[in-house]
Nanobody, 128 residues
Framework: QVNLVESGGGLVLPGDSLRLSCTGS????????VGWFRQAPGKDREFVGR????????DYAESLKARFTISKDNAENTVYLKMNSLKPEDTAVYYC?????????????????????WGQGTQVTVSS
């Protein structure tokens, strides 16, 4: 069992930066990858990015890779999502999730249903 807790959301102005945290407990992430997703009202949950804990391999949604960066702190068992140049369309609930680190096909890393453990989400609102 992996328990995930997100933090760091809030209300920011367009152009601001924000860093979200996802801290795991219950077991280490050694065999897992941690993904970030977001869901805006009335929309499907959207893949943001992913980091493989053991190899440090990172994947990003193509539309976000220029502004968003994922990193991790092994000692803190925490994954971060740094978001720069935020736009109103980035407004959403942001979730972190964990899945076994594998790549059986291209959809595995980006499909929400392939992730086993989920955090409760943290709200990010970008508004002037």
């Amino acid at each position: 069992q992996v328990n995930l807790v997100e933090s760091g959301g809030g209300l920011v102005l367009p152009g601001d930066s924000l860093r979200l945290s996802c801290t795991g407990s219950g077991r280490t992430f050694d065999s897992y990858a941690v993904g970030w997703f977001r869901q805006a009202p009335g929309k499907d949950r959207e893949f943001v990015g992913r980091i493989a804990w053991g190899s440090d391999v990172k994947d990003y949604a193509e539309s976000l890779k220029a502004r968003f960066t994922i990193s991790k702190d092994n000692a803190e068992n925490t994954v971060y999502l740094k978001m720069n140049s935020l736009k109103p369309e980035d407004t959403a609930v942001y979730y972190c999730a964990a899945q076994l680190d594998a790549r059986p096909n291209s959809a595995y890393t980006t499909t929400p249903s392939k992730y086993v453990y989920w955090g409760q989400g943290t709200q990010v609102t970008v508004s002037s």
